[in-house]
Structure formats: C-alpha cells, structure tokens
C-alpha cells in the first residue's frame, strides 16, 4: 500500500511530465467537440478537460515517460468524458445514456484531427 508521502511524490512527478502545446489544443478541441453537438446538451467543462490532461500526464508517468502522446490522450478521453457529457433527452435507460455517451466520444475521436 502506498503512503500519503508515495502519494504526494507520484503526483508531484506526474505534474512533471510535459504536454505539448498542440496536444493541450487537441484535448481543448475535444472538449469544444462535446459542446458544439446537437445530440448533446452538456459538453465537457474547462474542469473535465484538465482531468483529461492531468490522466494524460500520470498515464505518460506509469509507461515510464516524461511526456504525454496524443495515444494517451485518446485512450482516456472516453473513460474521463463519458460520465461528464448528457445525452439529449428522450433516452430510457441510465445504462443507454453512458452507451451514447461513449458512441458519441467516440465519434468525436474518430474526427477531431490528432496532433502530429
């Protein structure tokens, strides 16, 4: 088990790691993605978008790396995003809202362009 002092040491380290100024651009037009979209009537906010950052640097930080990939950003986008984001009404179920949720990210991902 880890200590409060472990802790404090790996979120230390994780705020270390670097993200380019094109990929913070790229979780920003993610997030704008979420807001602009007629199937959605709550996008992502400013705070959502700096859990993603933040997901992206400890990710970057457990694979051994002192920066973050726009792969990283992708990857966690939609486990950070999906429960943030609410669907238009009209949905039945709880379990149905989280689905189109994660099916819009999705899309989202598939069309926002990935830094290079």
Known sequence: MLSADDVVGLQDA???VTLDDGLADY???IVSATR???D???GVSTRGAVFLYRAAQAMALIEGRSYALPDDVKRLAVPVF???IVVNPGVESFDRRNDDATDIL???LDQVP???
Do not use: G, K
Request: positive net charge.
């Open 14 to 16: 994780a705020s270390r």
């Open 27 to 29: 979780v920003m037009a």
């Open 36 to 38: 602009s979209r007629p």
């Open 40 to 42: 959605v009537d709550l």
């Open 82 to 84: 999906a429960h943030r």
């Open 106 to 108: 999705n899309e989202i």
């Open 114 to 116: 990935v830094p290079l």
